[in-house]
Every structure is written in C-alpha cells, then in structure tokens.
C-alpha cells in the first residue's frame, strides 16, 4: 500500500513537472518545428542552428558596426535636400527619434497625403518583402519608390546625385567612407548600409527564447501560446516575426474602411498586378516593437493594440476571441519592444 501511494505521488509529481516544463519552455518544446525557408538579409545568415527550423527566432545582439559608412547613410536619410521641394526626407516618414515609423494613418509628401500607412524602419533588414504591396524584395530596390513617388519624394537619382555631389560636407563623408565617387549607387550603398544597421535586439521575448524563463511575465507567456495555437505564427514568422509573407487581408471579411466605397477599397497588391488573383494581398507587417508603432494596418485604421487585435481575430480567423486571450496577445507583442538601435546612439552622440 505504502509502494502504490508512493508511485502514485511520484506519477502526480512526474506530471506536474511536465506542466510547467511546457509553460514555460523558451522555444524548443513550444514551436512547432516546421521546416522554414530561410532568406538570408544583412546579419540574418549568422542565425544560431537551435533557430534554423524554428518559426520564431531572436535577432543577435552582436554585429559589425561599418561607422563610416552608415553615417554616411544617416546623413542622407535625414536630408530633406533630397526631395524635389527640399521640404521631406526619410526621417519624415520614418521617424528616427521615436519608432522609425509616423504616428499619422498615412505619410504626407511633396504632392501632400499617401494612401498608406508608413512601416517602420528598425529591422527592415531583415524583411524578404516590401511596400505593404511586397512589390521589391531588397532595400535597394525598395528605395526607388519613394525617391520617384509624386507623394513623397517626387525626385530622381539623378537630381539627388546633382544635389549630394554640390555639398563639400558629403565629398568629405564619403572620402571617410572610401565611396568615392558619388553616384547613384554609392548613395545607396550607404542607405542600405544605415538600414542595414538599424536593428533592435534584446527584448523581453528575445532574452526569453534564448533561455531567460523570467524576461516575460505569465500573461505573455500565455499570449505566446495563444499565438501559435491561434495560428498567427503561420503568417507572422521569422527573425522579424512577419515582413517576408504575402496575404489576404479578410478572409472572413471584406477588411477594408468603414464607409468606403467598392471602388474606393484598397485592393492591395492588385494595383501593381492587376491579376484578379492578387486583389487584397497585403504584406504580412513585422510584428517587432508593434505596441511602439501605431496606428495599425494599411490604412491606419486603428492606434490602439487590442483592438487591432480583435480585427485580425475577426477578419482572419472568423471569430471573436475572449478578452483574457486578447489581454495575453497584447502582453506578448508587448514584450516585442526593445531598445532603439544601438547605432543611433553612436551616431547622436558624435
């Protein structure tokens, strides 16, 4: 008798350890371990091999800083001289002092109001996929957009060669640099460096998949869980935990603003396409520091994160979900919010 009852409290014991192994287990036991295609961007190739077929991996806190370089790359982003008006740069749109995004719905340019909401800037390395149309697929690429958008920019390479090459402080940035002479490509040789560096390693949930049980509290670790038995991991992936994908926005639902018009309706990745195939294609945005960056969505529809959260449920997965669920999803994207990129510090302190 004395035996049975031992085992059995051995048993009980046994299984109550389990319990709170898979609560609070970083990555290994919680992700489920499908094979991811893996696109390497910037320092996203030096990926530690206990992530290689996770969904979800933290972004490194040690990389290489090319100073001379990126601040050349930091001085043209700030530049309004680059826009055909001299009245908007980079940092306009993307503001460097808060959460490289704007805290409008949508960016205003040269030509006035976009259409769209302005992503952020931190951690666009390590995107596949840009526009909120993933019409390029490299910062490179993704700079002529803007540069030539009446909109924005409503410039040229061209002009904005003419301009650079005119300021005896830019010869002298880029002579540090050793990008000699200033051409086109070497003006984007320097953004995409400075884009390159702007990554914000080491939050909350970072620290946790790499072995901190306690960098988030029990309501994001449940928000956690939510996640990925709700599915949104399937979209939301990656060292940047969205921003490679492609989806429709509204399964369940049309997704679009209040009030418009079918005609007036935002047919995403349609409008560069125009394949029936592809009508209300979104990116799938970067859910990293995204309690740092409203309003949400497209359209910018929404600043505050629960409600976001409950249009996702509605539109994506067809239902509502219960309050306490929505409280842990926003305590999880919470713990994505880390520290502004260490570069810039370097830089506003020169």
Sequence with gaps: MVY??????GLLSLIIAIGVGILFAPVSSLIDRQE??????????DINSLYQNALVFPIPSHFDYDLPLIRVGWTLFRDEG????NSVSCNSCHNLQTNGAEITPVSVGVGGAGSRNSLTVFNAALNYRFFWDGRTNSLKKQMDGPVHAP????????????????????RTLFDEANILPISADSIQHALVAFQESLLTPNSPFDRYLNGEQYAIDSSAKQGWIAFQKLGCINCHQGQNIGGSLMQRFGYYDNATSDGKKANEKDMG????????????????ASLRNVADTPPYFHDGRTSNLEEAIEIMA???????????VINDL????????????QVLEILERE
């Design 269 to 284: 990745r349609y409008l560069i396409t125009q394949q029936n195939a592809d009508k209300y294609l979104f990116r799938v």
């Design 36 to 45: 991811h295609d893996s696109h390497s961007h910037g320092t996203n190739a």
């Design 4 to 9: 049975r009852r031992v085992l059995l409290i």
């Design 82 to 85: 680059l826009s055909s008006n």
């Design 330 to 341: 926003s305590a999880f994207l919470h713990s994505l919010s880390a520290p502004r990129p």
């Design 151 to 170: 909109l924005e920019m409503a410039s040229s390479w061209a002009a904005i060669v003419d301009y650079v090459a005119s300021k005896p402080e830019y």
């Design 314 to 324: 509605k539109v994506q997965l067809g239902h509502a979900i219960e309050p306490t």
